[in-house]
T-cell receptor, first 117, second 111 residues
Framework: GAVVSQHPSWVICKSGTSVKIECRSLDFQATTMFWYRQFPKQSLMLMATSNEGSKATYEQGVEKDKFLINHASLTLSTLTVTSAHPEDSSFYIC?????????????FGPGTRLTVL | EDKVVQSPLSLVVHEGDTVTLNCSYEVTNFRSLLWYKQEKKAPTFLFMLTSSGIEKKSGRLSSILDKKELFSILNITATQTGDSAIYLCAHGSSNTGKLIFGQGTTLQVKP
């Protein structure tokens, strides 16, 4: 149980285009989803926290107009990187938690590797 | 601002060695301290610690938390090449449930 999927697993795009990444909880209802970014040889940096049906809460330094997050249902959250540039190339990982689970327990998706040319 | 610091940042050992990875934290509203192992993709869960002094064990891995001194250690005994990975420590906030990760320790186990 507690499986989280991400799609696509990798994407290559041209500079200036927008890219959407989907995160789905397959066998549970995710009241909260988290988006992380990880650069090579670095740790996971939390970008934003999203709760179903409400606006995402972004971490300091993360541009909300550039990284659009939508959490329209209890099983799906999307991250759209708008007008992507080479410096946005990174590994994007989502995770999900559910109401009633232990605090801090998150189930991670397999990640999406974004390369912007 | 909540902070989680891991040491060492990287470590190279030989198979059979025992390693100790460190994680210290300065946070408000402490609720849990988590350890993850990351190989090529997303992190996989190892341990969640909430109480001081109680060792959690899974095979050759064990971990303990000291809430007075604000640190945790992860021990791996009789290391194998398959233990090579990045080990991440994270604090779980009681308010939001979000995780704040340390920088990670990259462990390489040589045959």
């Amino acid at each position: 149980g507690a499986v989280v999927s991400q799609h696509p697993s990798w994407v290559i795009c041209k500079s200036g285009t927008s890219v959407k990444i989907e995160c789905r909880s397959l066998d549970f209802q995710a009241t909260t989803m988290f988006w992380y970014r990880q650069f090579p040889k670095q740790s996971l940096m939390l970008m934003a926290t999203s709760n179903e049906g409400s606006k995402a809460t972004y971490e300091q330094g993360v541009e909300k107009d550039k990284f659009l997050i939508n959490h329209a249902s209890l099983t799906l959250s999307t991250l759209t990187v708008t007008s992507a540039h080479p410096e946005d190339s990174s590994f994007y990982i989502c995770s999900a938690s559910w109401t009633g689970g232990p605090v801090g327990e998150q189930f991670f998706g397999p990640g999406t590797r974004l390369t912007v040319l | 601002e909540d902070k989680v610091v891991q040491s060492p940042l990287s470590l190279v050992v030989h198979e059979g060695d025992t390693v100790t990875l460190n994680c210290s934290y300065e946070v408000t509203n402490f609720r849990s301290l988590l350890w993850y192992k990351q190989e090529k993709k997303a992190p996989t869960f190892l341990f969640m610690l909430t109480s001081s002094g109680i060792e959690k064990k899974s095979g050759r891995l064990s971990s303990i938390l000291d809430k007075k001194e604000l640190f945790s250690i992860l021990n791996i005994t009789a290391t194998q090449t398959g233990d090579s990975a990045i080990y991440l420590c994270a604090h779980g906030s009681s308010n939001t449930g979000k995780l704040i990760f340390g920088q990670g320790t990259t462990l390489q186990v040589k045959p």
